[in-house]
């Protein structure tokens, strides 16, 4: 019997990208007619000293990275390989392996952030012509390219000439199956537990919500924020959680006893942490910011609006909170787009299927 075809899988682990990696290690469709080897991309991200240069130390990673990547695909000799945006133009040009990637955006929509993340062009416009120049020719190399979202996807084809027809959309989600079904009372005078999940709380638009809850009339209301900064706050009814990684069961548990999740984020591309509300059955209220529109069905599933709009946050936020029936709608639509679209382990089987699939082509 000949040897099953083989899959060497390498993602980044910063910012939110861990969840999605212990996600791939954990739920890996072991049935499948790929078999994995996993590459443990924290391991070759570390290095032996820390250089002063925060850039310097930068490039030295990512190279360092791109080098291990290299080298252990070429001692495992996969079939294929799914590397995470973070190293692939350090690793394209490796001909005799199909590569793939997956993204939840660009480097061109992270530089259009800014300080927001922290990424911006060179200041010299023929080293960033070069750079944009590597990321384009990998991109276009890529046997197939996972994006998050429809977002990501527009740019892949408008910025870095990606044939369409490469590019597979499918959200990464939560493990749907970890955020049981909770049945919530209907009550009209209950008063509304909203849930605010963020470790960077400035970016992530908590400022914007404690602002709202300090000049709010609206009293019907008690906000759980969860965090890794330091918040003070006099509010009785504001309870400030600090300390949880992503799993924590802590979290499951508030998101359970929650009704609403709110996310007036400033910038963001596609949370997971909307993607959890949803598989716990709760609405969310957010900014229309990069994918989450696409994430959020309008007045179905909760709403994304413009942070500038402040009325229509008043109005949303005032809807929800006093129409507990609203919510129960709204949160059983969540739950069952969770089911659908955002489920990790579904959309896992998908993409390894789909993998399966174009190798079967590309040997015919």
Not at 24 to 42: C, G, Q, R, T, V
Not at 271 to 279: R, V, Y
């Amino acid at each position: 019997m000949p040897n099953a075809a083989r899959l060497a899988i390498a993602l980044d682990t910063t910012l939110g990208w861990r969840t999605v990696s212990e996600n791939w290690k954990d739920l890996y469709p072991h049935n499948s007619p790929l078999a994995m080897d996993w590459i443990a991309f924290e391991a070759l991200s570390s290095n032996r000293g820390q250089l002063r240069n925060k850039t310097v130390q930068r490039i030295v990673t990512r190279v360092n990275m791109g080098v291990a990547v290299n080298r252990l695909i070429r001692d495992l000799k996969p079939d294929a390989a799914l590397v995470g945006n973070m190293a692939l133009n350090l690793v394209q040009g490796r001909k005799k392996t199909p590569l793939f990637t997956m993204l939840d955006a660009t480097q061109k929509q992270l530089q259009a952030f800014g300080s927001g993340y922290g990424i911006y062009p060179a200041k010299s416009r023929i080293l960033e012509n070069i750079k944009h120049g590597m990321r384009r020719r990998a991109y276009q190399a890529c046997a197939g390219i996972f994006a998050f979202s429809a977002w990501a996807g527009r740019s892949l084809v408008a910025d870095y000439g990606v044939d369409p027809r490469k590019i597979h959309v499918l959200h990464h989600g939560a493990v749907v199956e970890r955020w049981p079904r909770r049945e919530r009372r209907e009550s009209s005078d209950r008063v509304c537990n909203i849930i605010f999940v963020g470790a960077d709380f400035k970016r992530k638009g908590g400022e914007f919500l404690m602002n709202w809850a300090a000049r709010t009339r609206n009293r019907q209301w008690r906000l759980t924020v969860v965090t890794q900064n330091k918040i003070d706050s006099a509010d009785e009814r504001i309870t400030v959680h600090q300390g949880m990684a992503p799993g924590d069961r802590r979290l499951t548990d508030l998101f359970a006893e929650a009704d609403l999740f709110v996310l007036p984020t400033l910038v963001d591309i596609s949370p997971l942490a909307i993607a959890e509300a949803f598989a716990a059955g709760i609405p969310v209220v957010s900014s229309d910011v990069a994918a989450i529109p696409e994430m959020i069905v309008q007045g179905v599933t909760g709403f994304a609006i413009p942070l500038n709009q402040t009325e229509r946050w008043e109005e949303c936020l005032n809807l929800l909170i006093d129409d507990p029936a609203l919510r129960r709608r709204m949160g059983a639509a969540a739950r069952q787009d969770a089911e659908q679209r955002f489920d990790a382990r579904k959309n896992i089987q998908i993409t390894v299927d789909l993998i399966a699939s174009t190798l079967e082509t590309l040997r015919h």
